[in-house]
C-alpha cells in the first residue's frame, strides 16, 4: 500500500524531491522511535529507579 503510494508519487514527482522527501520522512520516523524508546525506558526503570535512588543515596 504504501510502496504503491510512493511509487505513484514518484512518477508524479522529480527523483531529488523524492529523495529530500525520504530523508525527512525518515529523521522524522527515527526522532519518533528515539522518543517512544526514551518513554518506553523511563516506564520500564522508572519503578526501578524510585526504588534504588532513595537506596543509593541512604547508602553512605
Known amino acids: 500500500m504504501i510502496l504503491n503510494a510512493i511509487a505513484a508519487f514518484g512518477k508524479i514527482a522529480n527523483p531529488k ?23 518506553s525506558l523511563q516506564k520500564g526503570f522508572g519503578d526501578y529507579l524510585t526504588r534504588m ?6 547508602y553512605d
Do not use: Y
Not at 535512588?53 to 541512604?58: A, E, G, Q, S
Open 17 to 39: 524531491s523524492i529523495a529530500v522527501f525520504s530523508q525527512k520522512l525518515l529523521k522524522i520516523v527515527c526522532h519518533t522511535v528515539a522518543i517512544n524508546t526514551i518513554n
Open 53 to 58: 535512588v532513595p537506596v543509593l543515596i541512604n
